[in-house]
Structure formats: structure tokens, C-alpha cells
T-cell receptor
Framework: ETGVTQTPRHLVMGMTNKKSLKCEQH?????MYWYKQSAKKPLELMFV???????ENNSVPSRFSPECPNSSHLFLHLHTLQPEDSALYLC?????????????FGAGTRLSVL | ELKVEQNPLFLSMQEGKNYTIYCNYS?????LYWYRQDPGKSLESLFV?????AVKQEGRLMASLDTKARLSTLHITAAVHDLSATYFC???????????????FGKGTLLTVNP
């Protein structure tokens, strides 16, 4: 148990659906991250939040919309996804600026877009 | 843009043997991380290397960092089946604006240790 919890663990959605992924951390960290892990690509950073403020958007399509209501919770809202968006989505947290930036990862949400 | 290259990407080895995984990166950084991922599981932090010449050891794994060569190695000694997993290196560097560090990961090395 890493202290970072992601729900749901598995999600199947159609291209017209709207769904949300949830991440919660119990580590007292100030930074939270969304990553995409596809079968044949390196782990891709999507978004970074520090103290609830988005500090990085790695050219992610607008069909992915993050939300960080507080330092412990992070959401990824999904709408009109494409089949190529099927992947494992990982959430992570760390101390943030000034820290050693060891990132603690959740177990991920396995997303399939039909 | 920072590039992180691991090799080999696939490694099949016998129990009891030694081997090294290499991680090269393309820009200046003195913070490098190694992670392990078991199938269907999350990434687990193994080592944090914070300076040139840093060496960390845990059990049969030893990691080192040469910032001048922009190279880190993960050495496996007398491999056992339980070490089978995917190993990632990640490099810490300033993101846009230089004020927020972010990790860039290598593609990972899938290690299979056979009895």
C-alpha cells in the first residue's frame, strides 16, 4: 500500500461517454500527477498540480480535463475519448517543490475505450 | 527536451547470474530514480540517487550514478525469480519555467529471471 488510492481500477467506456477517474493520497504531499502508460510507449506525464494549482500540462488533448479541489484529491474527467486513449492511467504524489520528488504511485486505472 | 534511454529493454537471465541495466539521459540532472513495476501493479520506488558518484544497495540490487557521463546503472547480483519485474529509471529536471521539477521516465526494462 503506497498511500495513493485510485478508483476505479478498471473502466470500459464508449467514445461518447463521460467518466471520471479519482485519486486520493494520504501522505500529506503537496504535488499530484497524472501519467498515461501505454503498451509501447514510455510513461507519459500528463498533468502536474502543486498546492492545487496546475503547473504542467504536457500538451494533453482537451478531452482529458483534470481537477484538483485540494492537495489530497485529484480527478481526471474524460469525455469523447478515442480508442487510442486506452491505457493504464497512473496517479502519483510527492512532496512537491523543494522536496526530493520521490513520487508515490497508485495502482492505476486500466481504461478501455470502445 | 530530455530523453531517457534504458537498455536493454528486455532481459532474460538465469537465477544466480549477474547483469546490469543501463540508463542514459540527455541533459544535466543530479537526481535519478529507479522504480520497479510488477505486472498489474503500481510503480514502487527502489532508489533515489542525488549526486555524482552516489551508490545505493538493497539486497541483490545496486544502483549508481555518474552525472558527468549522464549514466546510471542498476546491477543485479545472483538473480532470483522474485526479481522478475519491469524496472524504470527516471530523471528529475526542471519543467516549463524551471520552477517545478518533473520526472521523465525511460521505457523500462522487462526482467525475467528463469529457474
Amino acid at each position: 500500500e503506497t498511500g495513493v488510492t485510485q478508483t476505479p481500477r478498471h473502466l470500459v467506456m464508449g467514445m461518447t461517454n463521460k467518466k471520471s477517474l479519482k485519486c486520493e493520497q494520504h501522505l500529506g504531499h503537496n504535488a499530484m500527477y497524472w501519467y498515461k502508460q501505454s503498451a509501447k510507449k514510455p510513461l507519459e506525464l500528463m498533468f502536474v498540480y502543486n498546492f492545487k494549482e496546475q503547473t504542467e500540462n504536457n500538451s494533453v488533448p482537451s478531452r482529458f480535463s483534470p481537477e484538483c479541489p485540494n492537495s489530497s484529491h485529484l480527478f481526471l474527467h474524460l469525455h469523447t475519448l478515442q480508442p487510442e486513449d486506452s491505457a493504464l492511467y497512473l496517479c502519483a504524489s510527492s512532496q512537491g517543490r523543494g522536496g526530493r520528488n520521490i513520487q508515490y504511485f497508485g495502482a492505476g486505472t486500466r481504461l478501455s475505450v470502445l | 527536451e530530455l530523453k531517457v534511454e534504458q537498455n536493454p529493454l528486455f532481459l532474460s537471465m538465469q537465477e544466480g547470474k549477474n547483469y546490469t541495466i543501463y540508463c542514459n539521459y540527455s541533459t544535466t540532472s543530479d537526481r535519478l530514480y529507479w522504480y520497479r513495476q510488477d505486472p498489474g501493479k503500481s510503480l514502487e520506488s527502489l532508489f533515489v540517487l542525488l549526486s555524482n558518484g552516489a551508490v545505493k544497495q538493497e539486497g541483490r540490487l545496486m544502483a549508481s550514478l555518474d552525472t558527468k557521463a549522464r549514466l546510471s546503472t542498476l546491477h543485479i547480483t545472483a538473480a532470483v525469480h522474485d526479481l522478475s519485474a519491469t524496472y524504470f529509471c527516471a530523471v528529475d529536471w526542471p519543467g516549463s519555467g524551471g520552477s517545478n521539477y518533473k520526472l521523465t521516465f525511460g521505457k523500462g526494462t522487462l526482467l525475467t529471471v528463469n529457474p
